[in-house]
T-cell receptor, first 116, second 112 residues
Framework: GAVVSQHPSRVICKSGTSVKIECRSLDFQATTMFWYRQFPKQSLMLMATSNEGSKATYEQGVEKDKFLINHASLTLSTLTVTSAHPEDSSFYIC????????????FGEGSRLTVL | GQQVMQIPQYQHVQEGEDFTTYCNSSTTLSNIQWYKQRPGGHPVFLIQLVKSGEVKKQKRLTFQFGEAKKNSSLHITATQTTDVGTYFCAGYFGSGNTPLVFGKGTRLSVIA
């Protein structure tokens, strides 16, 4: 099956610092990757859609300068939370769709960010 | 914007009882997918329905897509403790690069 690996799984940082989260498709080429944010016991909130080699498309209300997304290759996308603040603490999950599949998404394990 | 409404938000059942979660859209869906997220885990793809009126089964799970392709349901027969988790429906509207739209999910608790 298709595997998406996300790293780190947990990160704690100080307020004002930046954190980078990586999302890799291990055994398929991910033409499109999606980044979500999930608050405890709540649904998935789509933050942005990224296609390899092009700029990410951000959902309304998501600050693109705060949540930098890079999709440099068909197997790697990164989300950088810049100048993190406590309110950025959340569970961030990536997902990917790829060549040879019929539109289903494969999710990474998620990254729990805690900003002190 | 386009939304997928999902109910109920929570469901508590005794082990062995049946469980159903429903999704509804005001506009026609190209297809609908279902995902399961275990507590502390990440969503895992269960199934995709594409055809009007389609019914698919996976052991004790039955998935239906409405005739008008605006609603869907997931029914679990004789729930087990391993069924615990949040079930999300997610629909595609149109084609191309429109992102999947997720429902808010139904959190299932199973009491042994």
């Amino acid at each position: 099956g298709a595997v998406v690996s996300q790293h780190p799984s947990r990160v704690i940082c100080k307020s004002g610092t930046s954190v980078k989260i990586e999302c890799r498709s291990l055994d398929f080429q991910a033409t499109t990757m999606f980044w979500y944010r999930q608050f405890p016991k709540q649904s998935l909130m789509l933050m942005a859609t990224s296609n390899e080699g092009s700029k990410a498309t951000y959902e309304q209300g998501v600050e693109k300068d705060k949540f930098l997304i890079n999709h440099a290759s068909l197997t790697l996308s990164t989300l950088t939370v810049t100048s993190a603040h406590p309110e950025d603490s959340s569970f961030y999950i990536c997902s990917a769709s790829g060549i040879g599949f019929t539109g289903e998404l494969f999710f990474g394990e998620g990254s729990r960010l805690t900003v002190l | 914007g386009q939304q997928v409404m999902q109910i109920p938000q929570y469901q508590h059942v005794q082990e062995g009882e049946d469980f159903t979660t429903y999704c509804n859209s005001s506009t026609t869906l190209s297809n609908i997918q279902w995902y399961k997220q275990r507590p502390g885990g990440h969503p895992v793809f269960l199934i995709q329905l594409v055809k009007s009126g389609e019914v698919k089964k996976q052991k004790r799970l039955t998935f239906q897509f409405g005739e008008a392709k605006k609603n869907s349901s997931l029914h679990i027969t004789a729930t087990q403790t391993t069924d615990v988790g949040t079930y999300f429906c997610a629909g595609y509207f149109g084609s191309g690069n429109t992102p999947l739209v997720f429902g808010k999910g139904t959190r299932l608790s199973v009491i042994a």
